[in-house]
């Protein structure tokens, strides 16, 4: 796991960032990012654009909550539910 904006979404991320996380999925030919439900997905549409510039097809593989659960009324409002459903979309992405 590696955060583009690393443990902080207070941080900001530049051009490197980008660029270093491109390299990573590239290298190690992972097909899938995810992006934290507290923050955009537009540094990560970078990132699937710079796999691709480099040959290699990634996608964004669904919406993770980390610092957040979902709303009350889903299985991911818990605790567990959260759980189960990062765990689920994590899973489904990478196969």
Do not use: W
Not at 6 to 24: A, C, F, Q, R
Not at 42 to 54: E, I, R, W
Not at 67 to 79: F, H, I, N, Q, R
Not at 86 to 92: A, D, G, L, S, Y
Request: glycine share 10%.
């Amino acid at each position: 796991m590696h955060g583009l904006q690393g443990i902080s979404t207070v941080s900001e991320y530049g051009l490197k960032d980008v660029t270093n996380i491109v390299d990573m999925p590239v290298s190690r030919k992972i097909n899938a990012v995810f992006v934290e439900s507290s923050v955009s997905d537009k540094a990560l549409k970078a990132v699937v654009q710079g796999a691709a510039d480099q040959g290699h097809t990634v996608k964004i593989g669904g919406t993770l909550f980390s610092d957040a659960m979902g709303a009350a009324d889903k299985p991911e409002g818990t605790y567990v539910g959260m759980v189960k459903y990062n765990v689920t979309t994590i899973v489904e992405a990478l196969k």
